[in-house]
């Protein structure tokens, strides 16, 4: 079941915890949205840059 509110979890997370926040959020597997940021790391663009905005913005969940 996908979460409602966008948060950086504090179990599971390999770098921010990003992948998994937005993984929770809508339903997926952390693992799938982490091979998404990979592969789309081999196209041009901004992909590092939205990484550490999200980073920045998201909060990191409560205990």
């Not at 948060?7 to 992948?19: E, K, L, W």
């Not at 809508?26 to 980073?55: D, E």
């Amino acid at each position: 079941m996908a979460s409602t509110t966008l948060t950086r979890p504090r179990q599971g997370a390999v770098i921010a915890g990003v992948c998994a926040g937005l993984a929770e959020r809508f339903g997926w597997s952390p693992f799938a949205v982490r091979l998404v940021f990979l592969l789309s790391c081999l196209l041009p663009g901004p992909q590092f840059i939205v990484y550490l905005v999200l980073w920045v913005i998201m909060p990191r969940r409560p205990y």
